[in-house]
């Protein structure tokens, strides 16, 4: 499993999401990264103004279309308009996962704690 990032994605939903859906369809997905098999990423669903997030873990992308699983890290499953904000944010999650990964292939020439503080830092966390 690899987590995948990137600088500046973000999209809004091209449509309604209900509390249950799976997938969600978004109005261009071209800033988002590419997931194979076994890839996951980190997003959070927002409200215009920020007042309400929901962070989901994305599974797979096609085309505009992506499979998630709902309500991660506390957060709420809840149902979203047309419009609403869908980003790639650095999330405890994220940072918990990306650790993990690196202390099970740790090495003597690589720091991987330093390593995921130092892209934490460079992506704005």
């Known amino acids: 499993m690899a987590i995948k990032y990137g600088n500046n994605v973000r999209a809004v939903l091209a449509g309604a999401l209900n509390n249950s859906a799976t997938t969600l369809t978004v109005a261009d997905a071209s ?3 590419t997931l194979n098999v076994g890839d996951v990423m980190y997003l959070t669903l927002s409200d215009n103004i920020n007042s309400v997030n929901e962070i989901v873990k994305c599974t797979g992308v096609s085309g505009t279309t992506l499979t998630i699983v709902r309500a991660q890290e506390d957060t709420t499953a809840v149902s979203w308009i047309t419009g609403s904000h869908v980003q790639l944010r650095i999330t405890a999650g994220l940072i918990n996962d990306l650790l993990a990964e690196s202390t099970a292939s740790e090495s003597a020439i690589f720091d991987p704690i330093g390593a ?5 830092i460079a992506l704005g966390g």
């Open 31 to 33: 800033s988002f990264p």
């Open 116 to 120: 995921s503080v130092a892209m934490s």
